[in-house]
């Protein structure tokens, strides 16, 4: 049997302390100068038709953050490896392996790392999804206003 060939099976082959699976491309985050964030791959694990989702594997590098964003669809986030920190609406949390995170609908998130180890996280989505809004001037002034989000986002 050809497990490449299979949906149902996928194999984690760690590569040292790397977080790879057989056969899945180690993409770019996003298209450079889309949208602003630091040092950030992701791999697509599994898009099942039958389920409608997605499974994603994001890793930023340590100092690196993903995008301050939303979007209609919910995001659930389970961090699988390293630390850091997670901006998820007007609540700032810091976040380790094992930890389990839920994204609501419109609602505005970041993650970051440590700035001494990774943060690897499965993120589980819609696969029919709206792209990312990000926020306007006055939407950031309004975030600002609350000190512990102004010093941790990232933009």
Known sequence: MDLRASSSTRSFRPDGDQFR???VDVLIYK???SAPFRDVTRQVLFEEAEQGCQ?????VAPGGHTTLERHVHVHAVAIVNGRGSVLIGDEVRDVAA?????VP???WHQFRAADDA????L???NSERDRPQLPTEAELTDLRRDPAIAAFIRI
């Open 123 to 125: 993120c589980l989505v």
């Open 55 to 59: 499974l994603r594997y994001f890793e």
């Open 21 to 23: 699976w057989d056969d």
């Open 105 to 107: 609908s419109l609602t």
């Open 31 to 33: 298209d450079e100068g």
């Open 98 to 102: 094992f930890d389990l995170c839920r």
């Open 118 to 121: 990774p943060l690897g996280f």
